[in-house]
Each structure stands twice: as C-alpha cells, then as structure tokens.
C-alpha cells in the first residue's frame, strides 16, 4: 500500500517543513483541497519543486470544468487530480481525457456517490477509486465508524482503490483486509501526531508487513 500524507488548513512552507520530517515514511503528496482553495495551483507547484520524485495528488475535488481545471493541476506540477464521482459522467470523460494527454492519473472521490452511479463509474478502468468518510461527517460521527464500508454493493476488486477519511493505526490493518486498497491516505493521525516522523513510520510499518 502507498501511503499519501494528506496536507490541509496550513500554510505551503509549514506543508513543506512538516513533509520534510516524514517523506521517508511516505509516497504520495496530496496538495489538499484547503491548500489549493486558499493559495491556488502555486500550493501544487511548490510542493512539486519540494518533492520532485514524490507523486503529487491535487485534490481539486472538480465537479465541473474539468478540462480547465486538469489541465491547470497537470501544468502546475500534480501527477494525480481529483474528481467527484457524482459529476455528470461527460466531466469524468473530460478529466481521463486530458490526463491521458499529459500522461496523468484521475483519482475519483466517491463521496455520497450512489452506488448506480459507482456502477457507471467502472468502465474507468484506468482511474483510482477513493472511498472517503468526509470530515464533517467524522466530527459528527467519530472515526470509529471508519471502517464501515459504503462500497459493499459494488464490485471493485478489478481497480485501485484509495481509503481516506479518519484513518489511524487501529483501523488501518481492518481496511486492508476489507477493502484491500492500493493508496491509504493519511492527514492528521500523521500532522497532528505529537511526533509525525514517528507516526509516519508506524504506518510505513503496517503498510509493509504481510497481509
């Protein structure tokens, strides 16, 4: 499993000081959706000049626009952009198109997505699939539902698949028995550790033991 420290609701230097402490630990970047909002796509650039040989995930979450929007994370650095699964199915056509034209990747989020929806969704074969319990509905509920799977209605062991929302030490080994996923993606069981370097190496641990 990659591990993709998740990056929010901080400043692009304090991103960068604190990836600096764990990229040791860690494979992918994501450049969170916070961090494009408040700095724009120079927040994709910087930490793509910081970590050249990382790959970059732009969490754009694009519901529209798409190709102007991919083609701005793909310009500015991003090796992986974002997408909500409840877009209409022609603005997914248009991020695979243009990532393939810049040889990129699409991360679908399926957040709230119905599953006839998620069934559509299937035919990108060449896409990541994000199963993510979203921030407010963990302050509301506590992570300790995480490890409740919304995708049990549908088949997704033919593509990859990417876990996020709440996820810490004590449920990352129950999501890859249950959803078997390619990328766990980390925020601030790592950025708000006590010592993330330290926490960041725990995950790296699990993430490298034998199922």
């Not at 909500?84 to 199915?89: N, Q, Y």
């Not at 709440?166 to 959803?179: A, H, K, Q």
Request: charged residues 25%; aromatic residues 6%.
């Amino acid at each position: 499993m990659n591990i993709q420290l998740a990056l929010d609701r901080m400043e692009i230097a304090e991103a960068i000081e604190l990836t600096k402490k764990v990229e040791d630990s860690i494979d992918w970047i994501e450049v969170g959706t916070s961090l494009i909002k408040e700095f724009g796509v120079t927040s994709i650039q910087e930490l793509k000049q910081a970590f050249p040989d990382k790959t970059i995930v732009a969490d754009i979450k694009t519901i529209d626009n798409a190709r102007y929007e991919f083609e701005l994370c793909f310009k500015s650095g991003a090796d992986v952009a974002t997408v909500m699964g409840v877009s209409p199915l022609v603005t997914i056509d248009a991020c695979m198109e243009v990532a393939q034209r810049y040889n990129k990747k699409v991360m679908i989020d399926l957040l709230n997505t119905s599953a006839e929806q998620k069934k559509a969704l299937l035919k990108y074969e060449d896409a990541i699939f994000c199963d993510h319990v979203s921030k407010d509905e963990q302050e509301e509920a506590g992570s300790q539902n995480r490890g409740t799977a919304r995708n049990e209605l549908v088949d997704f062991s033919a593509v990859q698949v990417a876990v996020a929302g709440g996820i810490t030490l004590e449920s990352i080994g129950r999501l890859r028995e249950t959803l078997h996923p390619a990328v766990v993606i980390i925020g601030s069981a790592i950025t708000k550790a006590s010592s993330p370097n330290e926490a960041a190496a725990q995950f790296k641990q699990i993430c490298m033991e034998e199922k």
